[in-house]
């Protein structure tokens, strides 16, 4: 590989940063908030891709395609958080294993109704085709989703750091106890950030299936480059999503591209580093 | 030996022969199957021997299981003697092991289980990617497990005989002085600590004898189907194992048999029928989490103990559990402030 595809690469991997970091500040933020290792976080991702590629083949419609999988996630997380992590609520090995289940069922039920080929969400005309980058083309759905992930930083920054709800949900992470006693309906709290975390999976999702295609096993892979990022950016901090979904982007599309091997060594050997020399991750406080 | 005890090891006994004489009386594919689940239950013990005891809940065990198979059929391909090829496997899953108890002897928890989930899917890619020692995604062909135990009736012995083996040594391992000591960290890391115990330590070799388990399922599992590929490995086979834990009943001893009995006959025997046997796995894992989060075994020990209510609350070693007992990896503790850590915490048997 020759040092002009590098521009390239540092656009691949900030695309692939883009729905990590979509991925990541969900996981993260329901984490810091409920201490629950959403393990079907991957799974939202996939329901969220299809409900998209199957609104967006009705209706024509990218942005319905968009709306729908928000909402069919959000739904779906509202009702397993409702129905089941409720239920075992505070039993942390409990609620790992009950996202798992679900993760199971996710991925074996979209099979059943999707089936095993890839498939891939009509964009419309504005954002297919490419845009003028300096001297460099680059297609213009990629740059889309980076632009949808900053706005989302953005939008979460926003959420936690101005409104009546962020102080609520800052409190609720430095202190649960505290902050239900003070009169947070904690409960309402842990809903809202649920299905918050669960839509913007589902929004990765869907954002995902206009350039990677959704198919069977896409929910683990997702994953796992999410728990990574959480990892080594800290658990429960969105900055430290940002920061981690960056680096781990940015590290894989190289890797991919300069020693493919091992790409996914490259990926994971950060991660170790992370963990024995600061265990509570970059950003994050202590776990 | 008391009483009880006596009767539980003739029942062991009697139950063992029909296992024992199996190669005998059913036909070869149900004599691959039972392989099988001897082979799963033994990944599972060694799961559950660190959920069971330390409450460390493992997601990447079949990572361990992955380097212990390859080195198998790396040496089996280039014709090394079977002693020989053991040995490589061992080396294999020494240092993975070792890489696994370094990383995550510190940690407890939820944080232990997403490191040995990513050190898991780390393995994975590494076999999956690195294609000129590994064969990649095809794999590797032309392993042939040593003649000694070439006959399928032979070999399901040595399933046996290992599977056993290994539930043995997790029972022993938790009537151990070492067992106390890692049942009194799970319950108090903080006190145990500070009565001086190595925590770390006592978590680091737990994680590496727990590995060298998992390794000797690699070495099994290669061998039986003579053909590898970085499915051994996958996530969703150290995700089952843990499925296979929760199932049967963490710190029970025969949970792990009984659990990878359910899932692969599951996996094996429903899935001529119903293709969706995926979601039934995942329907009776969420039931199981909700219902009975101490397992088919704990909960008929449970059952069982409340029938007969046992005499004295206190539980002589070998005699009837008490049945103030603690579900490990529930998380519900019910330990009070000062009370001994109970040396029965981890060992539920039912008489089946």
């Known amino acids: 590989m020759t040092l002009e595809t590098v521009p390239i690469q540092v656009l691949n991997g900030l695309t692939f940063s883009a729905l990590l970091f979509l991925l990541a500040s969900g996981f993260t933020l329901i984490f810091g908030l409920m201490r629950i290792v959403n393990l079907a976080h991957g799974s939202f991702y996939l329901v969220g891709g299809y409900v998209g590629i199957l609104a967006g083949s009705v209706s024509g419609s990218f942005m319905v395609a968009l709306i729908a999988g928000v909402i069919a996630t959000g739904a779906f997380g509202f009702l397993t958080e409702r129905f089941l992590l409720r239920r075992v609520s505070g039993h942390e090995l409990r609620e790992v294993l009950l996202t798992v289940g679900i993760a199971f069922i996710v991925a074996d039920l979209s099979l059943a109704v999707f089936g095993g080929k890839p498939q891939l969400l009509d964009v419309p005309d504005f954002l297919s085709g490419s845009s003028l980058l300096g001297t460099y083309r680059y297609p213009t759905y990629r740059l889309f989703v980076m632009g949808l992930a900053v706005a989302v930083g953005i939008g979460l920054w926003y959420l936690q750091q101005r409104t009546p709800l962020g102080a609520r949900i800052r409190a609720g992470v430095d202190d649960r106890e505290t902050a239900a006693a003070l009169g947070i309906d904690i409960g309402r709290l842990f809903a809202v950030m649920f299905v918050l975390g669960a839509g913007l999976a589902g929004l990765a999702g869907v954002a995902s299936a206009g350039m990677l295609t959704m198919r069977p096993g896409a929910d683990t892979d997702i994953l796992l480059f999410a728990l990574v990022v959480v990892i080594v950016g800290g658990l429960g901090s969105v900055t430290g999503a940002a920061i981690g979904s960056v680096f781990i982007g940015l590290l894989d599309a190289f890797s991919r591209a300069w020693f493919p091997e091992f790409s996914t060594f490259a990926v994971f050997a950060p991660m170790a580093i992370v963990l024995v020399l600061r265990p509570q991750g970059l950003r994050g406080s202590s776990a | ?352």
């Open chain 2, 1 to 352: 030996m008391n009483r009880s005890s006596a009767v539980r090891l003739a029942a062991v006994l009697l139950l063992a022969v029909p296992v024992v004489l199996a190669p005998q009386y059913l036909p070869p594919h149900l004599l691959t199957v039972l392989t099988v689940v001897f082979i799963a239950g033994l990944l599972a013990a060694s799961v559950n021997l660190l959920a069971g005891l330390s409450g460390l809940v493992s997601m990447g065990h079949a990572g361990i299981a992955l380097a212990a198979a390859y080195g198998i059929a790396w040496a089996s391909v280039r014709d090394w003697t079977p002693l020989g090829q053991i040995a490589l496997a061992l080396v294999a899953t020494l240092l993975v092991s070792l890489v696994y108890a370094a990383m995550t002897a510190r940690t407890r928890g939820i944080v232990f289980l997403m490191i040995t989930l990513a050190l898991g899917v780390l393995l994975y890619g590494l076999a999956l990617k690195a294609s000129s020692v590994t064969g990649g995604q095809n794999g590797m062909t032309g392993i042939r497990r040593p003649d000694v135990i070439k006959a399928p009736g032979d070999f399901y012995l040595v399933a046996v005989l290992a599977c056993t083996l290994g539930l043995v040594a997790s029972r022993v391992v938790s009537r151990s002085p070492f067992g106390l000591m890692l049942q009194g960290i799970r319950e108090s890391p903080n006190r145990m600590a500070s009565l001086g115990y190595p925590v770390s330590r006592a978590k680091f070799m737990a994680i590496v004898l727990s590995g060298l388990m998992a390794g000797m399922a690699g070495i099994l599992a290669v061998w039986q189907v003579e053909f590898i590929s970085p499915q051994i490995g996958s996530f969703a086979r150290s995700a089952n194992a843990v499925v296979m834990v929760i199932l049967g009943g963490t710190g029970t001893i025969i949970g792990p048999l009984v659990g990878a009995g359910v899932v692969v006959g599951i996996e094996q025997w429903l899935s001529s029928y119903i293709e969706r046997w995926p979601t039934l796995l995942g329907l009776v894992l969420v039931l199981v989490v909700l219902f009975a989060p101490r397992g088919i075994v704990g909960t008929l020990a449970d059952l069982a103990r409340r029938r007969s209510p046992a005499m004295g609350g206190a539980g002589t070693p070998g005699g009837p559990p008490p049945s103030q007992a603690v579900a490990p990896g529930s998380g519900a503790s019910t330990t009070t402030v000062g009370a001994p850590v109970s040396p029965d915490h981890s060992q539920k048997e039912a008489g089946p």
